[in-house]
């Protein structure tokens, strides 16, 4: 048997054809024109589907079922996508569109649940009965997968772990509230910071190499921080910091197995690895207990295909964990 | 079948009877005299649990398994406890111990988790698939139940929900980090805070009925509010605003069914609630969307038997979740 994945982004429509290990046989996208009517986009997302499944060489009646991961909240009992506002849908019935197309069982989740999953199925969570990951992008995603499946609580609005308070009266969030975990752990945080450190600190590499302010990104500002400038390296030191407290804030609220770090900042490596793994014991509630290893995440881009194939054979396998 | 709940504090060790449901069937109670050697503590918490036994007219056949709450860190695979700094114990065995008197299968959890436990069993969270509790005394504690079951986490200190970071550099707290929820949401915050204000405007009714700044408690700030002070209000407001947004961070983490407040702060009853529901709203994420209903917590001083009852009845069901 095989699995239908579909990552449905703002900008891009990627599907694939998974066997039951995660290992992508075939894939197809295009592109998503969010602008569209959804059924549009969802005739598109079949269609790239079906050409991944030809690609593979399998037919349609090899294939299990149907998952997608999207940017935004879905109900999986009824199959529809609350909201999305990248692509500006909200109750949009996703389920019984795309089996008007292709009529298998179709299971729907956060983007950032399925990347979760993903790496717990075929990445370096593999074998981990619990794990938490977290992407570092523009804003802060998380994934909770517990006894091997992925925690999306009783209305679909868990592991909205950017959106942790971090600090009574913090900095204001794009959500409406104010000191979430993103606006101190995301590349956009990370970047503010950089930008403060160069406008206070005109000497500093991070201004030299970027030319001006507003082309200073997070890689600058860590490969800055990699060769040595002290503005740059203050700013990773406070940005790892944010990270190894939000971590804590994992380790004493589920106490995974392991913790999973993805998303843009990421591709720092080993040297946002060792960062944040030497902070840690510092914010630890219990010095003496083990807790959950941290590591990067490995599927990259391919995560929101397998992810969303897996979501299908997990969740057919029975509701929920 | 018969179900032995034995809660172990500090200063009492209670042991009791239940059926399946969770009712209690018949109790005992001694002493803990914490000071003297664990063997004789695990001595009289078996005699008691036999006290109750023989009240209840049931024999030891009729008894399934033993289920223990303690106030520290357990690890349920060995049955050990590994550290209960009330009792001054590390690495007890304890079910080994207690197995010399009683042998049955036995279980051993947090009293938080096994609190929660039983408001999930027998309490305002039945029938809630999950639930979190959160206990408001001089510290913070949190159980957390998914699928009808405890989670302690892959190293049993998961749902140490007082010590999950509120505020970055906050107030330093007794475990060695800063900020963390309890020294905001505890009894003893609200204490600090109305002996603020108490010591800022001698004329509230705090000092008035008080006498002196160090016969403030919690009780007394809140009745105090509830009577209209302006300043005992104020102080209320704000702890209510900390607990809000306690209540979010746990909803966009788990997102469960039910939030269940209980300990001292939540004989405040409805006038908590009232306050807390409130305030909700301003924190949540996605405002559209339904959350877990906030509840007060029903069994008061029961919770620790009838939770640790449960604790061995559903853990024998099938390892954890």
Redesign the interface.
Known sequence: MVYIGIDLGGTKIAAGITNAQGEILAQASTATIAERPYKEVVRDMASCALRALEKSGHTIDAVETIGIGIPG?AENKAGTV??CTNLGWSNVPLRDELQKYINKPVFIDNDATVAGLAESRAGVSRG???SVFLTLGTGVGGG?I??GKP???????????G??????E?IPCT???DGCLER?CSATALIRMGREAARLHPDSLILARAGSEDKIDGKLIIDCAREGDPYAMKVFDRYTR?LA??I??I???????MIVLGGGISMAGQFLLDAVREKIPN?L????????RVELAVLGNGAGIIGAAMLGMVLKEGE??
């Open positions: 909240i609350i909201f981990a009965a619990s909770i517990l006894n925690w999306t609580g009783a209305h679909g609005v868990a592991s909205e772990l959106h942790l308070t971090l600090e009574l913090g959500c409406g509230k101190y944010y407290i939000a804590n804030t380790v004493s609220f589920i106490d995974p197995e914010y509630m219990f010095k003496a207990m083990p807790f959950g929920s964990l």
